[in-house]
């Protein structure tokens, strides 16, 4: 069985950070395009960051760009979402979710495998 799970949100002020990670069972990162997602409340969802493992390349939006890292551990199959200076617009919940090609970046709609999704507030 496929899991994708997504850790590490909470509540955080402006201007703080937080390391969101996801982790993988019964699929191997390293072959798949890991992205991050988030949804506000009435918002459409967003893609974040994107890592195209196979080919080691990586994708930002505009808006967290200069202030978000994705990284990837293939030893852990585990990938990370670093947020440094944190701004309230950035509060979501925040998923995370694989596929062996990602070619629906930043949209998402042909993302195979999703996780529950992890709560991030930043607070003014």
């Known amino acids: 069985e496929v899991q994708v799970v997504e850790s590490g949100g909470g509540l955080v002020q402006a201007g703080g950070s937080l390391r969101l990670s996801c982790a993988g069972s019964?699929?191997?990162?390293?072959?798949?395009?890991v992205g991050w997602f988030r949804q506000a409340p009435g918002k459409e969802r967003e893609g974040v960051a994107c890592i195209f493992n196979s080919m080691g390349t990586t994708h930002y939006a505009d808006s967290v760009k200069g202030r978000f890292t994705i990284s990837s551990d293939n030893s852990k199959n585990t990938v990370y979402l670093q947020m440094n200076s944190l701004k309230p617009e950035d509060t979501a919940v925040y998923y995370c979710?694989?596929?062996?090609?990602?070619?629906?970046?930043?949209?998402?709609?042909?993302?195979?495998?999703w996780g529950q999704g992890t709560q991030v507030t930043v607070s003014s």
């Open positions: 019964g699929l191997s990162f390293d072959r798949f395009a």
């Open positions: 979710a694989a596929d062996l090609w990602g070619r629906s970046w930043p949209y998402g709609t042909e993302f195979d495998y």
